[in-house]
């Protein structure tokens, strides 16, 4: 198993950047694919980001291209959440997220929620306009 803890949310303008750190316990950190999810009020929870298990492959959320990064260091079991130019919809609650997905997959991540068996308490971000 794996307990995942964010930190680095907060409060931001409109056009300003956060940096969100997922930090992951025990020692099988890169074994996982790793995900960004993020909720928001009265919404359901919705893919942001995802990357593979040597970071040498990402993919975004459309909406997100472009503003966000998604990066991980193997060394410290931690993933990331760089996020630039915000804007008032991307406020909500953001959750970090560990898969299991096997190895013979087609792709190297996943957008599925429901291959995400580890998940984090989330962290608040509100971007005020």
């Known amino acids: 198993q794996v307990q995942l803890v964010e930190s680095g949310g907060g409060l931001a303008q409109a056009g300003g950047s956060l940096r969100l750190s997922c930090a992951a316990s025990?020692?099988?950190?890169?074994?996982?694919?790793m995900g960004w999810f993020r909720q928001a009020p009265g919404k359901e929870r919705e893919f942001v980001a995802t990357?593979?298990?040597?970071?040498?492959?990402?993919y975004y959320k459309d909406s997100v291209k472009g503003r966000f990064t998604i990066s991980r260091d193997n060394t410290k079991n931690t993933v990331y959440l760089q996020m630039n130019s915000l804007k008032p919809e991307d406020t909500a609650v953001y959750h970090c997220?560990?898969?299991?997905?096997?190895?013979?997959?087609?792709?190297?991540?996943?957008?599925?929620?429901?291959?995400?068996?580890?998940w984090g308490q989330g962290t608040q971000v509100t971007v005020s306009s």
């Open positions: 997220a560990a898969s299991n997905l096997p190895s013979s997959s087609i792709l190297p991540v996943t957008t599925t929620e429901n291959e995400y068996a580890y």
């Open positions: 990357i593979s298990r040597s970071g040498d492959s990402t």
């Open positions: 025990g020692r099988t950190f890169s074994r996982y694919v």
